[in-house]
T-cell receptor
Framework: DAGVIQSPRHEVTEMGQEVTLRCKPISGHNSLFWYRQTMMRGLELLIYFNNNVPIDDSGMPEDRFSAKMPNASFSTLKIQPSEPRDSAVYFC??????????????FGSGTRLTVV | AQKITQTQPGMFVQEKEAVTLDCTYDTSDPSYGLFWYKQPSSGEMIFLIYQGSYDQQNATEGRYSLNFQKARKSANLVISASQLGDSAMYFCAMRVGGTSYGKLTFGQGTILTVHP
């Protein structure tokens, strides 16, 4: 199993540009989560999907952020337009959720986003 | 609402000694799971150990053990025989049962430094 795959690993973009982060979850997992990590705010849950359906997007900072999961093997997080304060590490994680709750998350390696 | 608190921003330990990282949690849900993750300087999130709210015994995984005190709502991580490679950020996290679809809430983290 290749684990959760995120791309790109690093992204540097100019303010105002559109940024798209990609995630491939572990096959068989039914839930996918997008987190953002900053020094000031720690790990924040942005949005999560269950069976490809967005369940809770209350952590999405504002309308500039959007996320999709068109199928069980792919998700995107888009920022348009990007701003310097969006600079952070963005993690995607997947898990099996249902019944027992002793299934941990598997995290991707993260995307380090820098908006200049 | 669920909350995780890690009160130690940083901890220092001598190599080969044991160290305890504190974690307290708050939830009204009787069914929940507690997790510890390690984040080395390379940035990936590594799952260490899990404790379920109904588990009778404290969880152990190699040099890691979880000191679970349900009445006090604490889930401290104990690392025995510390190694230089244990230097990292450590996160405590909680996931509740019910219909929350597995949302994982993280504490702010503790930076552990192991001295030779």
């Amino acid at each position: 199993d290749a684990g959760v795959i995120q791309s790109p690993r690093h992204e540097v973009t100019e303010m105002g540009q559109e940024v798209t982060l990609r995630c491939k979850p572990i096959s068989g997992h039914n839930s996918l989560f997008w987190y953002r990590q900053t020094m000031m705010r720690g790990l924040e849950l942005l949005i999560y999907f269950n069976n490809n359906v967005p369940i809770d997007d209350s952590g999405m900072p504002e309308d500039r952020f959007s996320a999709k999961m068109p199928n069980a093997s792919f998700s995107t997080l888009k920022i348009q337009p990007s701003e310097p304060r969006d600079s952070a590490v963005y993690f995607c994680a997947s898990s099996w959720v249902g019944g027992q709750i002793n299934y941990g998350y598997t995290f991707g390696s993260g995307t380090r986003l820098t908006v200049v | 609402a669920q909350k995780i608190t890690q009160t130690q921003p940083g901890m220092f330990v001598q190599e080969k000694e044991a160290v305890t990282l504190d974690c307290t949690y708050d939830t009204s849900d009787p069914s929940y799971g507690l997790f510890w993750y390690k984040q080395p300087s390379s940035g990936e999130m590594i799952f260490l150990i899990y404790q379920g709210s109904y588990d009778q015994q404290n969880a152990t995984e190699g040099r890691y053990s979880l000191n679970f005190q349900k009445a006090r709502k604490s889930a401290n991580l104990v690392i025995s025989a510390s190694q230089l490679g244990d230097s990292a950020m450590y996160f405590c996290a909680m996931r509740v049962g019910g219909t929350s679809y597995g949302k994982l809430t993280f504490g702010q983290g503790t930076i552990l430094t192991v001295h030779p």
